[in-house]
């Protein structure tokens, strides 16, 4: 798989994963830290996948929204 499917296919898993979200932290809130993220990434010459992957997940998993996943700690 190249990375232009291991993005799209991590797009639609947090796009469904977030799709029933009501706390602000939706697929539209992933998406604009998406296109910042990106943007920083271009000034900083920085791995522009590694960031755009990490700012698709970076909700995933979070206990605050996730009840099944516990607690750090």
Not at 8 to 36: A, C, M, P, Q, Y
Not at 54 to 72: C, N, R, S, V
């Amino acid at each position: 798989m190249n990375r232009q499917e291991i993005l799209k296919k991590t797009e639609l898993f947090v796009k469904e994963t977030l799709s029933k979200d009501s706390t602000g932290h939706d697929w539209w809130h992933i998406h604009r830290v998406r296109n910042l993220a990106k943007r920083i990434a271009l000034h900083e010459d920085a791995d522009i996948f590694i960031v755009e992957l990490a700012a698709l997940l970076h909700d995933i998993g979070d206990y605050k929204f996730f009840q099944e996943t516990k607690k750090p700690g």
